[in-house]
T-cell receptor
Framework: DAGVTQSPTHLIKTRGQHVTLRCSPI?????VSWYQQVLGQGPQFIFQ???????GRGNFPDRFSARQFPNYSSELNVNALLLGDSALYLC??????????FGQGTRLTVV | AQSVTQPDIHITVSEGASLELRCNYS??????LFWYVQSPGQGLQLLLK??????LVQGIKGFEAEFKRSQSSFNLRKPSVHWSDAAEYFC??????????FGQGTRLTINP
């Protein structure tokens, strides 16, 4: 069975640009969450979506947004990129109140 | 506020030696607790989880962890480490379905 898949794996953007990161959950999982992991730190919660509705938001600016599609895949969008947005962005899916399964992440570099 | 503290940023042990990674948490109720492992540039793999019941939980790769409510701790242990265990280890608690709060991580180095 396919795990959580994220695309792209690596991305380089310029300050001020916009970026879209994509995530496909494990088949049957209806919940998707996004995390930002800056080098040397633990992941920080950004968003959670369940059944296409936002169920939680972390302490991130409005430049960060996300959505979940009818097939439960998800996109994370970041506008007006800053150097500090450089990080590994992790997507996780879950069946219910259980363990989260993480994808391999998208490494975003802002230059 | 909910938080997770991993006091040791970096630990080095010899191959074959025992291992204990510390994790302390702050949470108003009984938390759901997790240990994840991350290899360089990779995503997170779940080692084990504690939801309720037996306070000693067994995980994959020979790891175990013990939940101690009185000490607000959830330490990870392995009796004999292998070179392949070298990685970053994260303790996390759940505030509700999938909203995880992570510690800063402990980097484990294995000496041959």
């Amino acid at each position: 069975d396919a795990g959580v898949t994220q695309s792209p794996t690596h991305l380089i953007k310029t300050r001020g640009q916009h970026v879209t990161l994509r995530c496909s959950p494990i088949s049957g999982h209806k919940s998707v969450s996004w995390y930002q992991q800056v080098l040397g730190q633990g992941p920080q919660f950004i968003f959670q979506y369940y059944e296409k509705e936002e169920r939680g938001r972390g302490n991130f600016p409005d430049r960060f947004s996300a959505r979940q599609f009818p097939n439960y895949s998800s996109e994370l969008n970041v506008n007006a990129l800053l150097l500090g947005d450089s990080a590994l962005y992790l997507c996780a899916s879950s069946l219910a109140l259980s363990e989260a399964f993480f994808g391999q992440g998208t490494r975003l570099t802002v230059v | 506020a909910q938080s997770v503290t991993q006091p040791d940023i970096h630990i080095t042990v010899s191959e074959g030696a025992s291992l204990e990674l510390r994790c302390n948490y702050s949470y108003g109720a009984t938390p759901y607790l997790f240990w994840y492992v991350q290899s360089p540039g990779q995503g997170l793999q779940l080692l084990l989880k504690y939801f309720s019941g037996d306070t000693l939980v067994q995980g994959i790769k020979g790891f175990e962890a013990e939940f101690k409510r009185s000490q607000s701790s959830f330490n990870l242990r392995k009796p004999s480490v292998h070179w392949s265990d070298a990685a970053e280890y994260f303790c996390a608690l759940s505030q509700g379905a999938q909203k995880l709060v992570f510690g800063q991580g402990t980097r484990l180095t294995i000496n041959p």
